[in-house]
């Protein structure tokens, strides 16, 4: 901070307090106006108590000159500081020369590298029940509606039978009619989420 700074800043806070003495002593001189009118009106003549307030209330008039007189000085002084500062300013605002004046560079242009794609093409997502294959798969589950993988299970149904009696009928007594009951595509595949563990859909082989 400068020393004109300093200058400005005390004189701004002498102003203040002048501001205050200044209502103060107007506030006195108030209160005696009042006081001497009461006892003009009592007494009907000029006393001893009246002159002390006349008194009173020159001095009062002499402080406010005083403090006004003053308060004219350092608001001048004030006004002068300003106006030499504002020369400063609009003197070294004319002193700049072309060659002075910075232009912003612009900043250098940044590479971002893109990655391109994964060979792997997307997994398929399949939304019609219908034609869920029997192998798990990634689907939308209809009770939580979340998209999932789903679970797969096989068990014996109509079609393990019938092909186990017609193996029957072959000739194949021996015990070979059971094999339907051991291969997966002679049974029927239920698709399972495996989140809400609903049932999707059976799907029937053969």
Not at 11 to 32: C, V, Y
Not at 53 to 81: F, P
Not at 124 to 135: A, F, N, W, Y
Request: charged content about 30%.
């Amino acid at each position: 901070m400068t020393s004109q700074d300093n200058k400005l800043e005390m004189i701004a806070t002498e102003l203040k307090s002048l501001s205050i003495k200044r209502q103060e002593l107007l506030e006195r001189r108030k209160m005696n106006s009042i006081f001497q009118e009461l006892r003009n009106r009592i007494e009907f003549k000029q006393t001893e108590g009246a002159a002390t307030y006349d008194h009173e209330i020159d001095s009062i008039d002499a402080d406010l000159k005083h403090l006004t007189e003053k308060k004219r000085k350092l608001q001048e002084c004030q006004e002068n500081i300003l106006n030499a500062k504002d020369e400063k300013y609009s003197k070294k605002e004319a002193s700049f020369t072309p060659s002075e004046i910075t232009v912003p560079t612009e900043p250098e242009p940044k590479i971002f590298y893109v990655e391109p794609p994964p060979n792997v093409p997307a997994p398929t997502v399949i939304l019609d029940m219908e034609k869920l294959p029997p192998c798990p798969c990634r689907t939308q589950c209809p009770e939580c509606k979340k998209f999932i993988i789903t679970e797969t299970s096989t068990s014996v149904s109509s079609v393990t039978w019938l092909v186990c009696f017609m193996t029957a009928l072959m000739g194949c007594v021996a015990g070979c009619c059971l094999i339907p009951f051991c291969v997966d595509r002679c049974k029927s595949t239920i698709h399972k989420c495996p989140n809400c563990r609903t049932s999707i859909r059976v799907v029937k082989q053969l």
